[in-house]
């Protein structure tokens, strides 16, 4: 059973920076697409990075210059998003989620459409405030 589970969020004043992390345990995908989406109150969940098992990366407008995405060396472990000055409009509930890839290379993996991916974690709260 695959099982994700975010940490790091928090409260951070604009122009601050938090490092979000997401444990996957459960599975041993050698080709996959991970991404990182967050949800707001009232809003439709959003993409904001993902990564492939070859490291390739991919950002939301909103976000690029700001955030990275990365994964351990070991990878399928522990995934990671860096976010640096951080803006008030970015306050949302950030989740991981992961799709399984049936070719190496895995082809294009962004974070575009939440309902490509089947596995998630429960969220973690970032909340950029003065």
């Known amino acids: 059973q695959v099982q994700l589970r975010e940490s790091g969020g928090g409260l951070v004043q604009p122009g601050g920076s938090l490092r979000l992390s997401c444990a996957a345990s459960g599975y041993r995908y050698g080709s996959y697409c991970m991404a990182w989406f967050r949800q707001a109150p009232g809003k439709e969940r959003e993409g904001v990075a993902a990564?492939?098992?070859?490291?390739?990366?991919?950002y939301a407008e909103a976000v690029k210059g700001r955030f990275i995405i990365s994964q351990d060396n070991a990878r399928n472990t522990m995934y990671f998003l860096q976010m640096n000055s951080l803006k008030p409009e970015d306050t949302a509930m950030y989740y991981c989620a992961v799709e399984p890839r049936y070719t190496d290379p895995p082809g294009i993996c962004t974070a575009q459409d939440p309902n490509d991916f089947g596995d998630w974690g429960q969220g973690t709260q970032v909340t950029v405030s003065s």
């Open positions: 990564i492939d098992s070859r490291g390739s990366t991919s």
